[in-house]
């Protein structure tokens, strides 16, 4: 289970929460409903997005959880960059009705952090895993094996919020990040990995299974 408690609404979101609020209900106040009712709407909008549900990390063994909400856009082998090796490759797509914070696949110790910039185009195009702004963080879980996760940016988030660091430990489904508004992560297993997801399938979070390590 991961550690600490989380608020149902993200931290991150405090701010766009309370500012809109704040406005809506001035405009209601001086001006009425009717001239309120755009901002009110916006206001709801914000509050579904930064929401942040706790989770039940399922237990299982050598189990790699999701690290996202959305649908599974691409699924198999690739090349990956960070760590120059053969691997499987799990992307997951957010649209702005997702819970976008993101969670660990497995527990371990961060051996590196990377940060690329980039553009931000539509995070369902494949192409975006190498061209657009991301975060990728390198896992080693405490049987040796590799795993690293990575948030890019899309065509609206322009936003990629990561609290951990290399040499700190991370529990399995621990909350580690927030991207905003629309985005994609990408999760790289060792190619020997059994696969647990199909194109097009809707995961959450923490709470499913996206894979298993193989010893």
Sequence with gaps: MAKGRQPILAREG??????????????????GWLWALPLWLLFLFIVQFFRDPPRRIPAAPLGVVCPADGRVIAVGDAHDPFLDRSA???????????VHSNRSPTEGRIMERWYRPGSYINAALDKASEENERNALWIQTDEGDDIVVVQVAGLIARRILCDKQPGERIA???????IRFGSRVDTYLPANSQIKVALGDKVKAGRDIIGFLVH
């Design 172 to 178: 399995q489904g621990e909350r580690y990040g927030f």
């Design 14 to 31: 405090w701010a766009h929460v309370a500012l809109s609020g704040s406005a809506a209900l001035a405009v209601h106040y001086y001006a």
């Design 88 to 98: 499987k490759r799990i992307s997951v797509f957010m649209n702005v009705i997702n």
